[in-house]
């Protein structure tokens, strides 16, 4: 079995406490600030989400206005975000809480359980919710203890999920473990960074393993995202959704066509309706049949 060095713990515990990030939902008492957090930094960088925070909340101060609230208007409230079906999860998410009293789940299991709650954010939760015993590993964890415990060749490699999970599990002190986790999410976030990590700047860069072994090789090519007449869907779904967030009675399926795609015409058709046919499975859109299929009205849910 590897065996990881546990006297890095004080010195990135240390380097913490100096260095580390503040933001607002760091020891928070609150569950439901907690969990918004949480929702919000799932794909999203720490700097859009400082700015949205603040203002979500003042338009949901609580999980029980966030649960009674209409799902179009917590769409709405989500604008900049993006990856809007993490808005409709998250309002079912409230809800589902509310129903239970408020109880959160001390189990892993029973927390991913709920809509929009992966490995991540569930130990998330245990953690700085319930102050658990329990690792954290986002990209910046997975990256950090590649490099410090594995001799990495390249900025682009990392080791398997699986083998950063066993490792931070494995690392865990006996005391502060939500510090600690916080710590290895910084240090990853703002000192071992994707292309150009600051070495000299690392409380542990000299027992690094990866130390001096890196070539900056550029990340591998995504594969092409599915899309229409050069237009990830991905991207249409994003603009379909921003052109309904203010129209309070929705708009023809072809006036959105037009918003979403230069060019869109009538043979586009079959393109258009399978996008909001997507976006209804979400939950976040509906479509009210006409005769006439383009001067069909589409409204956020």
Known sequence: MRRFDRSLIPLVVRWFRRCGRELPWRGEADPYRVILSEIMLQQ???QRVL???PLFLRRFPTMRSLARARRRDVVRQWRGMGYNGRAVRLHALASVLVERGMRIPRDADA????PGVGKYTAHAILSAVHGLTVPLVDVNVRRLLSRIYWRMR??????SEAQIWEAAGRLLPRRNVYQWNQALMDLGATVCTARRPRCTACPVGERCASRGSMSDKPRATRKREAGFGGLPDRIARGRLVEALRDAQRGRSAGALGKMVLPGFSARDWRWLESLIAGLERDGL???SRGKDLLASRVSLQ
Not at 111 to 114: A, G, K, M, Q, T
Not at 154 to 159: C, I, N, R, V
Request: net charge positive; glycine share 0%; aromatic share 6%.
């Open 154 to 159: 390249s900025t682009a490699e990392m080791k």
């Open 44 to 46: 999203t960088q720490v």
């Open 285 to 287: 859109v509906r479509l």
């Open 111 to 114: 927390l991913r359980s709920l």
């Open 51 to 53: 700015q949205k925070y």
